[in-house]
């Protein structure tokens, strides 16, 4: 099958990442091959099975060729019989029947996920500040530029490339500053490496996004009514189809599309575009938010510090007391004031709403009226069996207006009470369910007496009388089993025997 995006064809070498049972072997496999192949031409299976060994017990050469085999069928390696010839004996020959190398749709997918997969997502040690420096000056550049098509093209890629290093460095930062979590960050190591990390981003990359990000837009609104940005991109997409063209079939509008789009994005990035907010004014209050979160949290730690104590030390301290202390009165009067009265009683009201507090002290107060236990009265409650009467009328109505609907969708499609189906038109989906149950409903009855009749110069299986909704009908399937249609609806195709329904009129009967 083949789609305006090309041909949509399943590729095989992906297959050994989702196996359950041999996944790791398999990726082990591959990494190894793909490490060791940068270093020499090709690997035998014992040496491949050597360094597997190293990973897993009993993973003997036997297994190894056994996974090598399953990874050469889904085409991510490739083997070459080895030249027999310099082989002195048969162990030898065990050993290097085969060599092995990586196909290159193998070492794409490897290289795939060893440089850009595991990369997805992963936070940079600091945040580069200099990043829009660059992206400023490659875009001044261009506007003070004056110089052949060649150079414009470049200077166009260095602006994207620049661009594309500065949002992923903004990805990495809005991912930490959104890491925040208040209950694992309440011990003081943790949290004040945290605040430590954020300071840092919040003093170098923040104070340099506040003071060049007027100037770049600055820089592209005049780009734009100097219509420069227009003439640079016809530019290069005419150099970057040319250039595509010479490898691969591909049209213009869709590298045109591509030029398009980069644009866009960049200027989303700093201009407001239809009322929504740049990326830029974005980052602003997102920094604000995680100040005012560092602040609150400084604060609640510092709170925190003033009261802590050791338990262990209370404890201590108590376990002194009562070993100096021998009455046993005086005792029994000591742990009723330090550990308390064990009689716990359960209090039940209507609580507020509850919201995020850092504070104990800003959470809101609960007032609660205690009442003599001669006032407590259990409510009666009564139980009413709701009533349903209306639910279920409404339900009635449907069901009847569903099936008046069913009555006349079809009867458009029937002539002189019969309807078969390679004469019908494209039909919607609702006339699609009637036949498919008018179908089913009839093939439950029995051949009548293995009847086979003969319509239309054709032969026809004959099944008994049936009744679905208002309809009562016979079904005729042909006595051809290639006798088949498609049934055309507008959700899609189904193939299905050229079935012959005759409806008899109630009338008749």
């Known amino acids: 099958m083949k789609t305006e995006f090309g041909i949509t064809k399943g590729f095989s070498e992906f297959d050994y990442l989702g ?4 996944g790791s072997y398999y990726r082990n496999i591959i990494r190894i091959m793909y490490t060791a192949l940068e270093k020499k031409e090709y690997l035998f299976s014992h040496e491949i099975a050597e360094k597997m060994g190293s990973l897993y017990d009993n993973y003997d050469e036997e297994i190894c060729n056994k996974d090598l085999e399953f990874l050469f069928k889904k085409g991510n390696i490739v083997k070459y019989k080895n030249d027999y010839s310099q082989i002195k004996s048969l162990e030898e020959l065990k050993k290097k029947k085969y060599r092995y190398q990586l196909t290159e749709r193998g ?6 996920i060893v440089n850009k997969l595991n990369k997805v997502n992963s936070l940079s040690t600091t945040l580069d500040p200099n990043l829009l420096t660059r992206f400023k000056n490659e875009l001044k550049g261009i506007l003070e530029f004056d110089g052949e098509e060649s150079e414009f093209y470049s200077k166009w890629n260095n602006i994207i490339y620049a ?3 500065l949002r992923e460095n903004y990805k990495g930062y809005l991912i930490e500053l959104n890491s925040f979590e208040y209950e694992k960050m ?4 943790k949290f004040l490496l945290k605040k430590a990390r954020l300071r840092e981003y919040l003093e170098d990359f923040i104070k340099v996004l506040l003071d060049e990000s007027q100037e770049i837009k600055t820089i592209i609104i005049t780009l734009e009514k100097t219509k420069k940005v227009e003439e640079v991109l016809n530019i290069a997409i005419n150099r970057e189809f040319k250039k595509i063209e010479l490898t691969s079939e591909i049209e213009y509008s869709h590298v045109k599309e591509n030029y398009l789009n980069q644009y866009k994005r960049l200027k989303s990035w700093f201009l407001s575009i239809d009322g929504e907010p740049s990326e830029v004014d974005m980052l602003n209050k997102a920094t604000i938010n995680i100040i005012q979160k560092i602040t609150k949290m400084a604060k609640m730690f510092l709170d925190k510090k003033k009261v802590s104590y050791s338990r262990k030390d209370s404890y201590l301290r108590v376990a002194e007391l009562f070993l100096k202390t021998y009455e046993i009165d005086k005792v029994k009067e000591i742990s009723s004031v330090i550990f308390g009265d064990f009689n716990l009683k359960h209090l039940k009201a209507e609580y507020p709403q509850q919201i995020e507090v850092l504070k104990i002290e800003d959470s809101q107060n609960v007032t609660m009226q205690m009442k003599p236990i001669k006032e407590r009265k259990k409510e009666r409650i009564s139980y009413r069996i709701k009533d349903k009467t209306k639910e279920k009328l409404e339900s ?3 069901e009847e207006k569903k099936k008046r609907d069913e009555v006349k969708n079809l009867e458009r499609y029937i002539y002189n009470d019969i309807l078969i189906l390679s004469d019908l038109p494209v039909v919607t989906s609702d006339v699609k369910s009637t036949i498919i149950n008018l179908i089913k409903t009839g093939l439950t009855k029995i051949y009548e007496d293995k009847k ?6 054709k032969l026809y299986y004959e099944y008994g009388r049936a009744r679905y909704n208002v309809f009562l009908f016979k079904l005729f399937r042909p006595e051809d089993d290639e006798e088949r249609t498609i049934l055309k609806t507008f959700d899609g195709n189904y193939d299905t025997p050229n079935f012959r329904i005759e409806f008899i009129r109630e009338e008749e009967d």
């Open 396 to 398: 009635i109505l449907m």
């Open 107 to 112: 070492r794409i997918v490897e290289e795939f």
């Open 452 to 457: 086979i009749s003969l319509k239309d110069n």
């Open 186 to 189: 309440m011990e003081e190591d």
């Open 163 to 165: 661009f594309n290093l």
């Open 19 to 22: 196996s359950v049972e041999r």
